[in-house]
Structures are given as C-alpha cells and as structure tokens.
T-cell receptor, first 114, second 112 residues
Framework: GAGVSQSPSNKVTEKGKDVELRCDPISGHTALYWYRQSLGQGLEFLIYFQGNSAPDKSGLPSDRFSAERTGGSVSTLTIQRTQQEDSAVYLC????????????FGPGTRLTVL | GENVEQHPSTLSVQEGDSAVIKCTYSDSASNYFPWYKQELGKRPQLIIDIRSNVGEKKDQRIAVTLNKTAKHFSLHITETQPEDSAVYFCAALGGTASKLTFGTGTRLQVTL
C-alpha cells in the first residue's frame, strides 16, 4: 500500500506569514510523529499523536507551533508568524502502534522562510 | 527523560573495511533500540533494531550489540560498500515513553 505522504514537498514563504504542512499517515497506523531536521542536523522531535489520547507536545519549540490530527488520520502542522530559523525539513512518521514499532517516514516538507 | 548520545559524528572508511557507530542512553528502563539510515535527500529508514532481552542481532552485513549494564549499543557494518554511505541515527525508547529519542547522527563515508 501507499506509504506516508506529505504536502507540499517544498514551501517558500516570507517571514511573518503562517504555513500549514500536511501529513497523510499509512492507513491503520495509530501513532503519528512530527520531527524537524535542520540542514545536516539530527531529528528534532516536535509532537506525537496516539489514537484519541491527548498529544505529546513536549517538543514544540514555541507557541507559534501547533498541530492537529483529525479523525485519527491526517495531521496538519501549523507554524504562525514564521521566522527564518524555522527553515528546515519537516518530517512526519507513523507507526502501527506506539513504542517499539518501526516508524515509517514521509518524504518531508522543505520549508524556506525568506 | 531519555538522553541519547552518538559517536562519532563523521566516519570515513575504505570500501571493504568495517564501520562501528556507538550510542549511549541514560534511561536504564529503555527497552527498544532501532537504527535508521538516511541517504542524502531521502527519508530515514529502519535498518535494524534490538530489544533489551537480547545482546546481539545480525542481518547480513549489519549487526547491533547491546550492553544494558553499561547502557550503550553499537552498530557494526562489515565489508562496507559505497552504497552504505549515509547518515545513521540511533534511537532509544524510554521505559515509560511511547516516542523515540534519536541520537545526533553519524555521517558515514565509504571511499573507494
């Protein structure tokens, strides 16, 4: 079946504008994760959704970042009033269940804030 | 929370040689340790994982070892090939957590 998909693949925006990034997880996967990867850097955890439980938002870097997951499937990561330091690749991953299960990553959205 | 450290940050080996990447973790209750490979411009993909009830796991040219007492685990790649060139990330799942903590990555370059 289809893997994790993300859109858009690239996003260029001006400083101060809001952006929305979308993630479609693998069907049936209950856990969904967002990560940020700056150029040449590691995977920075942002937020984690599991079923109908309250999300783990402990990785969000500021209150300009928020995410939701509607109907236990598609997720949207929103960044308000973007700053240049928000420029990075935003990766989404899903797993069948949380914990010790393989995470399948999407291709990422490359965000550039001018 | 869990803290994972990874070394080295870069590693260059000649084709055919072995490569070893090491990670340490802080949460003694951690029980799952995957390794992901990320080729340039691509998404990370799981290559091997190990659970805390075993000390070693092999899959063809790659192996992972786990020392629970010392709280460290390592990735071993034998007979390296140019296609092994990539960034490798280790990760650990804390005892009470549902999300992975990733290491900072190792850029492996296999030269001809």
């Amino acid at each position: 079946g289809a893997g994790v998909s993300q859109s858009p693949s690239n996003k260029v925006t001006e400083k101060g504008k809001d952006v929305e990034l979308r993630c479609d997880p693998i069907s049936g996967h209950t856990a969904l994760y967002w990560y940020r990867q700056s150029l040449g850097q590691g995977l920075e955890f942002l937020i984690y959704f599991q079923g109908n439980s309250a999300p783990d938002k402990s990785g969000l870097p500021s209150d300009r970042f928020s995410a939701e997951r509607t109907g236990g499937s598609v997720s949207t990561l929103t960044i308000q009033r973007t700053q240049q330091e928000d420029s990075a690749v935003y990766l989404c991953a899903s797993s069948l269940n949380p914990g010790d299960n393989e995470q399948f990553f999407g291709p990422g959205t490359r965000l550039t804030v001018l | 929370g869990e803290n994972v450290e990874q070394h080295p940050s870069t590693l260059s080996v000649q084709e055919g040689d072995s490569a070893v990447i090491k990670c340490t973790y802080s949460d003694s209750a951690s029980n799952y340790f995957p390794w992901y490979k990320q080729e340039l411009g691509k998404r990370p993909q799981l290559i091997i994982d190990i659970r805390s009830n075993v000390g070693e796991k092999k899959d063809q040219r790659i192996a992972v070892t786990l020392n629970k007492t010392a709280k460290h685990f390592s990735l071993h790649i034998t007979e390296t090939q140019p296609e092994d060139s990539a960034v490798y990330f280790c990760a650990a799942l804390g005892g009470t957590a549902s999300k992975l903590t990733f290491g900072t990555g190792t850029r492996l370059q296999v030269t001809l």
